[in-house]
Each structure stands twice: as C-alpha cells, then as structure tokens.
C-alpha cells in the first residue's frame, strides 16, 4: 500500500487534465487508481466518482458525437446495414422496420435512419418504423421518446412508433410483426455485461425472433484481459488513442474538450478502473473482431458481407471531417477506415490501432449453447 502511494504521488506530479494528450489521460487513470486504493465510504472516494449530471452527461457525449466521427462512424454504418436489410425485404415486409435496439441510449443514432427512410417513402407508399428501445431508467426512455417523435414531425410520408422497455424486460415484451423486416441493435451492448453467461442469455434470447440482421459494434481490443493488469493495459491503449484523436477535433483549451474528457471518457476511465472482479466474472471489454466472431457463429450466427456502399459512406464521413483524415503522424494517417474479414467487417482506427469495429449477422442454424457459453 505505501509503495503504491508513493507511486501515486510521483504520478500526480506529471499529470494534468489541460496538458497534452498523454497527461491528460494518464490523470484520469491516477484518479481511477487512487480511488481503487480507497473505500467507499471515504469521502475523496465519493468525490472522484461523482457522477456528473444528466444534462452535463448528454453534453459531453453531444460534444463528441458532434467533434469526432468516433460514434458518427458507428450510427451511419450500422444504419446503411439496416437500410438494406430492409429493401432486400420490401416485397414482403409491408414496408415495415422493426428495430429493437438493446442500448437506446440517447437515441442520436436513429434520425439519421428515420431520414433515410423518409427519403424513400412517398406519401402514397409510406414506412412504418417501430423501434422498441431498452434503456436505464424510464426519464432516459421518456426524453429519447421524445426527441425521436419531434424529429419525425416533418416526416409526413413516415410512421413511426417508440416503444420504452427497461432493462431486464422480457423477450415477450418485444410484440414482434409478423411480416415487418427485424433488426436487432446492439451497439456497444454487448461488451457491457459483466460476464459470458450474460451474454449467452441476450444471444440465445435474440436468436428465436429470428431477426433479419443483428447489428454488432464493440471497442477493440488486442487480447482478452482476464486480470486487472490485462485490462488495465488494454484500457490504457484504448483510451490513449481516443484522447490522442480529440487532438486533433477540438483545440486543447476548448471548454468542449473538456467537458468530454472529464464527463464522457474521463469518466468511463474511472468507472474501468473502480469495477469489483468477482472470480466467476469476465469481463469482456476491448476484445478483436476475432473474438466476437467466434463468439457470434457458437450461437448459430453467420456474418454478413457489408456492401461497397458502406464502406464509401465511412470514407466520405472522414473527408467532410477532411482536418481528421489527411493529418498524419510520423507517416502514418490520423482516422481511418479499413476494411476486414474479407469484407464482412467495418473499422474505424486512429493511426495504427482499431477503435471500433461494425459487423453485421443473420441466423444460420440451431446455436451450440454449450460451445457458446465456453468461448
């Protein structure tokens, strides 16, 4: 304990959340791991994890999405997978979409959807859209309901409908149509749960609605980190990259900045490095593409090949953000879009790392819950 306090204090010599990249990372991981030294109860404990206010917290992922085309990249991929399942469909899907999305969140990736959905109907053949959203809390599902219909006011030639479900909901809940085209969203859900029975239970559970696409994205990642150390380090890359990236979207001074670092990756940091281990427990963030893979086909899911067109659509979003795609360091390109898995997968990487990665899978056969449950 003396020894690592002693660390500490040298760290936080270094450290600073308006310096440059590295030690503004490295100060939120100081503050993660001071914390972790600490108990609960103690009040600098209670002061590090201070969870920011709501409003503040929208900001700040606001911010981002609005600086970075991290979750830009991310919505408009998984959309223009969602978009053609559904006109693959459309002599016998009634023009209806059905997306049931595990991690509503905020809700920002659905406008660009209802759009584009909007764009192709006409007032003579309109689409019904029913997106039925899990969320936290019912506030989070009543503001999302919320933003969603004033933003499909202006869409005359557009039925959509918002259905809120809490969290632990159970399948029936999901009152699926029987003709309209399914989808299931899970963006960063996954990599959420605390454990692989976690995650055999949302799979297995998925896998008899028989969706038409289940949309994958997780961070990623270059081992799977069992240990502490392990995910530190994998944590520790992951986030070195992201801030390293906001360098180049947004001047170090900006209050934006800021406010992303502390209330939105700051924060996740923290969170990261305070989470309790319990042995039966893996925690599963930051794994390769190859991981999920292998992960996805043992429940009886195949990849899909994801169209030209998606891979264009990511590009196209980094040369409108041309300042973040043509800067490069030390020869190599800032963000980046690359193509894996012959296709069948979507990333998007900061110089020579994979920050996050879009695949798209449909239902091939009977799940092999037992090899599932082991991967």
């Not at 309790?276 to 992960?295: D, I, N, P, Y």
Request: charged share 25%.
């Amino acid at each position: 304990m003396s020894s690592a306090i002693n660390a500490l204090h040298e760290l936080y010599e270094h450290v600073s959340t308006n310096g440059d990249p590295i030690q503004r990372v490295a100060a939120y991981y100081a503050d993660g791991l001071a914390a972790r030294l600490l108990t609960k109860s103690s009040p600098f404990y209670q002061t590090i994890l201070a969870h920011p206010a709501p409003e503040e917290e929208l900001l700040a992922f606001t911010e981002l999405y609005k600086a970075s085309p991290f979750y830009q990249f991310v919505h408009f991929t998984a959309n223009q997978a969602i978009m053609e399942a559904f006109e693959e469909e459309e002599q016998h899907n009634g023009r209806s979409l059905h997306v049931i999305d595990f991690d509503v969140s905020y809700g920002f990736q659905w406008p660009s959807l209802i759009q584009s959905l909007s764009d192709k109907a006409t007032r003579s053949k309109p689409i019904s859209l029913r997106i039925t959203g899990i969320g936290r809390s019912i506030e989070e599902l009543r503001e999302t309901e919320m933003r969603l219909v004033n933003f499909t006011k202006g869409c005359d030639n557009l039925q959509m409908k918002f259905e809120g479900l809490l969290r632990g909901s159970a399948r029936s809940d999901f009152k699926i149509e029987k003709n309209a085209t399914l989808v299931v969203n899970l963006v960063f859900y996954l990599q959420n749960l605390r454990s692989f029975s976690e995650i055999s239970d949302v799979l297995t559970g998925i896998y008899p609605l028989n969706p038409s696409l289940v949309v994958v994205v997780e961070k990623e990642g270059g081992q799977r980190p069992c240990t502490f150390l392990s995910r530190f380090m994998e944590s520790l890359h992951y986030y070195a990259a992201m801030f390293d990236s906001l360098n180049d979207c947004l001047p170090a001074e900006s209050t934006e900045r800021l406010k992303i670092e502390k209330n939105h990756l700051g924060r996740e940091i923290k969170i990261a490095m305070t989470e309790e281990e319990k042995e039966e427990e893996k925690h599963v963030k930051f794994e390769r593409l190859e991981t999920w893979k292998g992960k996805m086909e043992s429940f009886g899911f195949e990849e899909i090949k994801l169209s030209s067109r998606s891979v264009s659509q990511a590009k196209l979003l980094l040369k409108i953000k041309s300042h973040l795609s043509t800067i490069e360091h030390d020869g190599v390109c800032g963000f980046r879009i690359l193509e894996r898995d012959e296709g069948r997968a979507i990333s998007l990487g900061w110089q020579d790392r994979h920050l996050t990665t879009v695949s798209a899978w449909h239902c091939v056969r009977s799940p092999d819950h037992s090899l599932g449950c082991s991967s």
